[in-house]
């Protein structure tokens, strides 16, 4: 068990020393391939990692949720027939400028 915790303790001084600057190692050849930042990396702590995933994890026991069961708009039906008023008017536009188009079409076959 002992060689455990020092291999563990090991692992993290090795993560925490920082890089020579002389030599680039294979990680950090990685890094600026894929233009990460190198100094989250080395400065990276386990343990405050999970302590602060600990304070703002909630399971929402209880009243809360994570889904909002109330939206936002006030009356669904008039949210509703608003996107229908907005889809005809837009279909009506289309219409007019299918029948322009088809104007100008009759219009440049005359003239030939």
Same mark, same amino acid.
């Given at each position: 068990?002992? $060689?455990?915790?020092?291999?563990?303790?090991? /692992? &993290? =001084? *090795?993560?925490?020393?920082? #890089?020579?600057? *002389?030599?680039?190692?294979? +990680?950090?050849? =990685?890094?600026?391939?894929? $233009?990460?930042?190198?100094?989250?990396?080395? @400065?990276?702590? /386990?343990? &405050? %990692?999970?302590?602060? =995933?600990?304070?703002?994890?909630?399971?929402? &026991?209880?009243?809360?949720? #994570?889904?909002?069961?109330?939206? @936002?708009?006030? $009356?669904?039906?008039?949210?509703? *027939? &608003?996107?229908?008023?907005?889809?005809?008017? +837009?279909?009506?536009?289309?219409?007019?400028?299918?029948?322009? /188009?088809?104007?100008? +079409?009759?219009?440049? %076959?005359?003239?030939?």
């Amino acid at each position: 068990m002992p $060689n455990q915790t020092t291999a563990r303790d090991g /692992q &993290k =001084i *090795s993560l925490s020393r920082p #890089a020579e600057a *002389s030599e680039a190692t294979p +990680l950090q050849q =990685i890094l600026a391939l894929l $233009n990460v930042p190198v100094n989250p990396l080395q @400065t990276f702590d /386990q343990e &405050k %990692t999970v302590n602060i =995933i600990g304070n703002t994890f909630s399971d929402f &026991k209880g009243a809360s949720s #994570a889904i909002n069961v109330r939206p @936002t708009f006030n $009356n669904p039906i008039e949210w509703i *027939s &608003k996107l229908h008023e907005e889809k005809m008017e +837009l279909y009506e536009r289309m219409l007019r400028e299918k029948d322009e /188009q088809l104007e100008r +079409l009759k219009r440049l %076959t005359e003239e030939r």
